[in-house]
């Protein structure tokens, strides 16, 4: 699979990478990684990098953000990256270019590209490019900088290896990519530095959070994320500050997107399957991380109460 994949590369003069909208380290992580190993391999190969910018991890991680545009779809060779399904896709004509890819590594709900390349026991989509790498080392270079968008895309969706996903595979990827020289401490500082500004986002959130039979969750109407001085995006960041209590099986993140007249939510637990409630609400991702999108409050406590249901099941489950 790997092979074919490397063969529409070789193919293809114009290559468009996708990823998902409301971007995290993974999405970037994978996104600008592929692009330059690629370059690396193939300078002749133009690499077109879709999607919105993201200017707080962008500039984390060193990344020059361009708006691009497809051309010639009719020589165009796209791959979409970390989406479990279409709608999801930031960037424009991904259907209508010559030849499609799909590399994904959450629980399959659409099998949108012509080549599928879907893995929803790696720990990341980085991950599955470094496989990539390894499957086909006789014949590409790893250089320093994709190595190093690769781990900030490992690092990122595993939560430093914390998250359940982390296998020994997992870590052997991570060998290869330090292996490239990459520097770890940098990527690290980059990652988890953070400014006194987010001492009072946390103490807002710590302040204003609600907790329900089982389930902690914090809201961010648009005020309050105009008043903390932060993005819709960066507001669903701190989803796990609310990890790591006991009595918090599931945790979520609330934030306004006024701009499209819904509000985001971010779901995460310690057991609990959240991620068939996140496709019931336009959503979806891993069993016990994901993501969805309600219209308005009302529907909000429509999913909530479908969580503490789910909570609820768990432990009953749990109890025989």
């Known amino acids: 699979m790997f092979e074919q994949f490397l063969a529409l590369i070789r193919k293809y003069e114009i290559i468009a990478i996708y990823r998902h909208v409301n971007s995290d380290f993974d999405a970037l992580g994978s996104q600008y990684g592929l692009g330059q190993l690629i370059f690396d391999n193939f300078p002749e190969k133009k690499i077109v990098y879709m999607g919105a910018s993201n200017p707080d991890l962008m500039s984390k991680m060193g990344i020059d953000f361009e708006q691009a545009v497809i051309e010639n779809p009719s020589c165009t060779l796209g791959i979409a990256l970390d989406t479990a399904n279409l709608a999801r896709l930031d960037g424009d004509n991904f259907e209508k270019l010559a ?4 590399i994904d590594h959450h629980v399959v709900v659409e099998s949108y590209a012509g080549l599928n390349i879907e893995f929803p026991e790696a720990s990341s989509t980085s991950e599955l490019i470094g496989e990539f790498y390894c499957a086909c080392q006789k014949t590409l270079f790893l250089s320093k900088q994709a190595a190093s968008w690769l781990y900030f895309g490992v690092v990122g969706d595993t939560n430093r290896f914390m998250y359940e996903a982390t296998s020994t595979r997992t870590f052997e990827i991570a060998k ?3 292996a490239a020289g990459i520097d770890k401490k940098a990527i690290y500082q980059a990652m988890y530095t953070r400014p006194k500004q987010e001492l ?3 103490t807002f959130i710590y302040t204003h959070y609600q907790y329900r039979d089982g389930l902690a969750y914090y809201i961010l109407s648009d005020e309050d994320l105009q008043h903390l001085g932060i993005t819709r995006e960066r507001g669903s960041d701190f989803v796990n500050t609310l990890a790591n209590v006991a009595e918090f099986q599931v945790w979520m993140a609330v934030t306004e997107n006024r701009a499209m007249h819904n509000w985001r939510v971010s779901l995460r ?3 609990v399957p959240v991620q068939p409630i996140a496709v019931k609400y336009h ?3 891993h069993c016990q ?6 219209s308005d409050l009302n529907e909000l406590e429509a999913l909530i109460q479908d969580l503490i249901e789910a909570i609820k099941e768990e432990n009953k489950h749990a109890s025989c």
Request: zero cysteines.
């Open 200 to 202: 009072d986002i946390l």
């Open 269 to 271: 637990s310690s057991g």
């Open 176 to 178: 290869v990519l330090l």
């Open 289 to 294: 991380a994901s993501g969805a999108t309600v």
């Open 99 to 102: 030849a499609t890819v799909k």
């Open 283 to 285: 959503g979806g991702g």
